[in-house]
């Protein structure tokens, strides 16, 4: 642990120490050339130069992709879902003291955390994947004791983020990174409230294929994370351009040349609201301690190419062992069919997504109150991890 983060630092000094490495950052950031609209051709594919610039960076940036009407809905479900949360990770009751949202599902929704803390880094959790740990400022009102820092699950608590689901050109961007049988992953939202917000120390999602003899810089599949305010450099999730080419990175040595935890060369994803940031797992990311009086709400949903996750057994991050057959896969993927139906339902002009992979079923798989309790309710039970 660094002499920086051994004191106690407050949070406007966190800001300081920020601002200069976000201009650096942000610089950085905005001469990638890997960021614009979605641009399809008529038949759906992906414009060929913004795969490029995935590839070379490991990063996109969707300027435009939701409008500001399903903006808002999103917004209003997630702050519905937040008020209905347990005052503290042991409590049954919310702030109004009525019963928490725990008890409707089998996986409670909510994760905590202390005020502007770490609480992975350095430490055994997710597999011990967080080598070192980040400055932990002090928050300035010490009466906050937990802050939601996630929610797991999203489909099955907003309609709204199941809509989004379904959203033909994310779905479009999926089928041209992973490939038209592409599987799901999770669906988690990002929770950093100004001044509140933890960090998430340095990482790459990746856990399963690092040394398998066909890895490649596409092995761990990415994620969409759909921004539901301004990510800033203060609090974005940051990353290293490219890193996702070179295998598993040595984290701690990173550090070490750096002299602390801002690393050389990383960069803040910064986007408006609305846009949609598309990120390799493999790339080495993180994010700090949220000391600035802006908030950032991250809708993330994951995708892997099939290949990579039927029939193979990986370590979850709670340590729990599986494998995944055939059947699981495919019921998982169900959920990408009920989440277009549901779409077109709410929006019928647009233009509909055909999952190749059940193109067969999606007629006959439609979303209503009997599906949202059959297929959705609780489906976050089949998530699978590579």
């Not at 370590?315 to 059947?327: H, P, V």
Request: hydrophobic fraction near 35%; aromatic fraction near 8%; proline fraction near 6%.
């Amino acid at each position: 642990m660094t002499a920086e983060q051994q004191r106690k630092i407050s949070a406007e000094s966190h800001a300081a120490i920020m601002a200069d490495y976000s201009k650096t950052g942000e610089d950085i950031a905005k001469n990638l050339g890997n960021r614009g609209p979605v641009k399809l051709d008529p038949s759906g594919k992906l414009a060929p130069e913004i795969l490029e610039a995935y590839w070379r960076t490991g990063f996109y940036v969707f300027e435009g992709v939701i409008c500001p009407l399903e903006l808002e809905n999103l917004r209003k479900d997630v702050d519905k879902i937040l008020a209905r949360a347990p005052v503290s990770p042991d409590a049954t009751v919310d702030k109004d003291g009525k019963p928490a949202l725990n008890t409707e599902v089998t996986r409670p929704p909510y994760r905590f955390a202390k005020p502007l803390s770490d609480p992975l880094g350095g430490t055994s959790l997710n597999n011990g994947r967080h080598p070192v740990a980040m400055t932990s400022p002090t928050a300035k009102d010490p009466s906050v004791q937990w802050t939601v820092n996630m929610l797991d699950g999203n489909l099955h608590l907003m309609d709204s983020a199941l809509r989004l689901y379904g959203h033909p050109d994310l779905l479009s961007i999926a089928e041209a990174i992973n490939g038209p049988d592409f599987v799901p992953y999770n669906e988690v939202a990002f929770i950093k409230e100004p001044g509140l917000g933890p960090s998430v120390a340095w990482h790459q999602d990746g856990m399963t294929h690092w040394d398998a003899e066909d890895w490649n810089e596409g092995a761990h599949g990415f994620n969409f994370m759909t921004q539901l305010y301004p990510s800033t450099a203060q609090n974005a999730v940051w990353v290293l351009p490219g890193s996702h080419k070179l295998g598993k990175v040595d984290i701690t040595a990173l550090v070490e040349e750096s002299g602390n935890e801002r690393l050389n060369g990383a960069c803040p994803m910064i986007c408006d609201a609305g846009e949609v940031m598309v990120m390799n797992r493999q790339l080495v990311h993180g994010s700090f301690a949220n000391s600035s009086a802006d908030r950032r709400v991250t809708l993330n949903a994951g995708f892997f190419p099939r290949k990579r996750v039927v029939n193979v057994t990986a370590k979850r991050l709670n340590g729990d062992i599986e494998t995944y057959d055939l059947n699981r896969v495919v019921a998982r993927s169900r959920i990408i069919a009920l989440a277009v139906d549901a779409r077109q339902q709410r929006y019928p002009k647009e233009r509909c997504y055909q999952y190749q992979p059940l193109k067969d079923e999606q007629e006959a798989i439609s979303w209503n109150e009997e599906t949202r309790g059959s297929m959705l309710k609780d489906y976050n039970l089949k998530d699978m991890f590579i």
